[in-house]
């Protein structure tokens, strides 16, 4: 089974910086600076790639695991027998941020796209995750578009506590 991000907010965040980009190619085009230009506008635009990415991302669940995804670097596998309990996130969205990230004195890891429908699944043992530098982390909070679809697939093949 495969669940989506919510989208709408990450396309108008695109859009945005699409028209921001657009306005400073033109500018460096009408008034060229050189390599200095050339090399602001590279990073400009790959940054406009790694801001659409998770609009083009899915998280999976399969027999044996649960993929979660965000762009196209991050991807965590999740057996699902080490799944101890899962619900919906109930912290504050507010302090939510796009991105896949750890702070740091948390063992927990959030891959957030739209923080509204965020889940927050519990691990029986700690495992090491390269998505954040190999930190390791006790629970992970992520966000589908159906949170209810997604939570009662996962509690059925995991038998996974409610939190």
Same mark, same amino acid.
């Given at each position: 089974?495969?669940?989506?991000?919510?989208?709408?907010?990450?396309?108008?965040?695109?859009?945005?910086?699409?028209?921001?980009?657009? *306005?400073?190619?033109?500018?460096?085009?009408?008034?060229?600076? &050189?390599?200095? &230009?050339?090399?602001?506008?590279?990073?400009?635009?790959?940054?406009?790639?790694?801001?659409? *990415?998770?609009?083009?991302?899915?998280?999976?669940?399969?027999?044996?695991?649960?993929?979660?995804?965000?762009?196209? &670097?991050?991807?965590?596998?999740?057996?699902?027998?080490?799944?101890? %309990?899962?619900?919906?996130?109930? &912290?504050?969205?507010?302090?939510?941020?796009?991105?896949?990230?750890?702070?740091?004195?948390?063992?927990?890891?959030? =891959?957030?796209?739209?923080?509204? %429908?965020? !889940?927050? =699944?519990?691990?029986? @043992?700690?495992?090491?995750?390269?998505? !954040?530098?190999?930190? @390791?982390?006790?629970?992970? =909070?992520?966000? =589908? @578009?159906?949170?209810?679809?997604?939570?009662?697939?996962?509690?059925? !093949?995991?038998?996974? #506590? #409610?939190?």
């Amino acid at each position: 089974m495969i669940y989506t991000y919510g989208r709408k907010d990450v396309i108008g965040r695109f859009l945005m910086y699409l028209i921001f980009a657009i *306005t400073a190619s033109l500018f460096f085009l009408l008034y060229p600076s &050189g390599p200095w &230009g050339l090399l602001f506008l590279q990073v400009l635009y790959f940054y406009a790639f790694l801001l659409l *990415t998770p609009a083009f991302t899915h998280h999976s669940l399969t027999k044996d695991w649960l993929i979660i995804r965000h762009g196209a &670097g991050a991807r965590i596998e999740l057996p699902l027998k080490s799944i101890e %309990s899962c619900g919906p996130y109930t &912290g504050s969205v507010k302090k939510l941020r796009t991105g896949v990230y750890s702070p740091w004195k948390q063992k927990r890891a959030y =891959v957030i796209a739209e923080p509204k %429908s965020a !889940v927050i =699944v519990e691990l029986a @043992e700690p495992v090491k995750l390269p998505a !954040v530098l190999w930190k @390791e982390v006790d629970s992970i =909070v992520f966000d =589908v @578009e159906q949170r209810d679809i997604f939570l009662k697939n996962l509690r059925t !093949v995991t038998r996974c #506590e #409610e939190e």
